[in-house]
């Protein structure tokens, strides 16, 4: 198989501190953004706060800009249009607004677009009420998945394998979250399946350095946890690269040329698989060390 590194052999170890202080940083960046989206100051999508999404059928092409500016004119706050199809005659508006705001948009479009006859596609309203549950019901997502994570790594290895690939898996999803917060992007319900998704992928990166620290675990009992953990993660750097960088190659062009429907579904996953393959080698792997140093035991190779 390809190759892109032969015998490295980087002290990872070493960098833990390092590491684990700029993980700290990721991580309170991400609790400060949950905290603020529990609060509603963040820039959440109608599937969280509620609202209403309409989409158009026009005769003829409408203007995208055009009808961002109708919108802003007539009031409508936080809203957002997009092109939808081929040929930009079907837009879809999203509004923070649920009861009657269907109705004043229609009205707002033939008013401002007389001579563009138009029909309506659909129509999607969501309660406040039903944001609210969708938030819980986000949550309660995350949350499964990564107890999920701690019962399959502790079956497949050892408990302190499934804590420490779990801890990675949150500091992955949160910090994912915070950049997503402070660059001021809609958090919706998109969003939080590329997180779950990152969570997969993030986990099956920790899986693989895991599965050579088993292997190395039965063939080198005696050699020190840090010196066969900075051993395993030389040994599948390359192919950790390998595997992150074919993601890539498919994630860039969705981020440039996927529209605006996936542009930051695109970006969420980009920043995941980044993010992931730092925290399989910068954070589960130390934590599992730094564990072991301080609770004693044996890790055992099963």
Do not use: C
Not at 267 to 278: F, Q, W
């Amino acid at each position: 198989m390809l190759q892109i590194l032969h015998k490295t052999n980087i002290d990872f170890m070493g960098w833990k501190n390092v590491s684990f202080t700029f993980s700290a940083l990721l991580i309170a960046l991400g609790i400060v953004g949950l905290i603020q989206i529990g609060r509603g100051k963040a820039n959440l999508g109608i599937d969280f706060v509620g609202g209403t999404t309409v989409q158009l059928g026009f005769k003829e092409h409408i203007p995208i800009d055009r009808a961002r500016a109708a919108l802003e004119k007539s009031g409508f706050q936080g809203s957002s249009v997009q092109e939808v199809g081929e040929g930009g005659n079907n837009i879809l508006v999203r509004l923070r607004e649920s009861e009657g705001a269907s109705d004043r948009v229609q009205t707002m479009f033939k008013q401002e677009f007389p001579d563009n006859a138009f029909e309506v596609v659909s129509i999607v309203e969501i309660g406040p009420v039903i944001g609210q549950a969708l938030q819980r019901d986000a949550l309660v997502a995350v949350v499964v998945s990564l107890i999920a994570i701690i019962i399959y790594i502790a079956l497949r290895f050892e408990f302190k394998f499934g804590v420490a690939a779990a801890i990675a898996t949150l500091h992955d999803i949160l910090a994912v979250l915070g950049i997503f917060f402070i660059l001021h992007k809609e958090i919706n319900l998109l969003i939080i399946t590329a997180l779950l998704t990152l969570a997969g992928y993030s986990l099956t990166d920790t899986v693989v350095v895991f599965d050579r620290i088993r292997e190395n675990l039965k063939r080198n009992r005696r050699d020190p946890l840090p010196t066969l953990v900075n051993a395993s993660i030389n040994e599948v750097l390359s192919r950790t690269i390998i595997t992150s960088l074919t993601v890539v190659l498919v994630l860039v062009p969705l981020v440039l040329f996927g529209g605006d429907v996936l542009h930051d579904f695109s970006i969420a996953l980009l920043m995941g698989v980044i993010v992931g393959t730092y925290s399989s080698v910068f954070v589960a792997s130390p934590i599992l060390v730094v564990w072991h140093s301080k609770s004693g035991g044996r890790l055992i190779g099963k």
